[in-house]
Nanobody
Framework: QVQLVESGGGLVQAGGSLRLSCAASRSIFSIYIIRWYRQAPGKQREFVATITSGGSTNYADSVKGRFTISRDNAKNTVYLQMNSLKPEDTAVYYC????????WGQGTQVTVSS
């Protein structure tokens, strides 16, 4: 079992920045793929960014060039640095860990005001 705890969400003006954190309950990054997803009100959950066990990263087109995913293996934490935020980035952001099983965090709210 893996527990994931997201933090770092909040209210920010358009153009601002936030850094989300996803803390895992144990060391998993050497084997798990970690992804960030988001879900806006009335919309389906969508992929945002991923980092593989080997450290490769990939992003949704909508956030490419603005968001950066990274990890600190010593802290069992994955980060999502979000810059140049837009109102359409408003959503609940979820951390996901995938290997043989699939684990989700509880989510953290990000609200971007115009």
């Amino acid at each position: 079992q893996v527990q994931l705890v997201e933090s770092g969400g909040g209210l920010v003006q358009a153009g601002g920045s936030l850094r989300l954190s996803c803390a895992a309950s144990r060391s998993i990054f050497s084997i798990y793929i970690i992804r960030w997803y988001r879900q806006a009100p009335g919309k389906q959950r969508e992929f945002v960014a991923t980092i593989t066990s080997g450290g490769s990263t990939n992003y949704a087109d909508s956030v490419k060039g603005r968001f950066t995913i990274s990890r600190d293996n010593a802290k069992n934490t994955v980060y999502l640095q979000m810059n140049s935020l837009k109102p359409e980035d408003t959503a609940v952001y979820y951390c996901n860990a995938l290997h043989e099983e699939n684990f989700w965090g509880q989510g953290t709210q990000v609200t971007v005001s115009s």
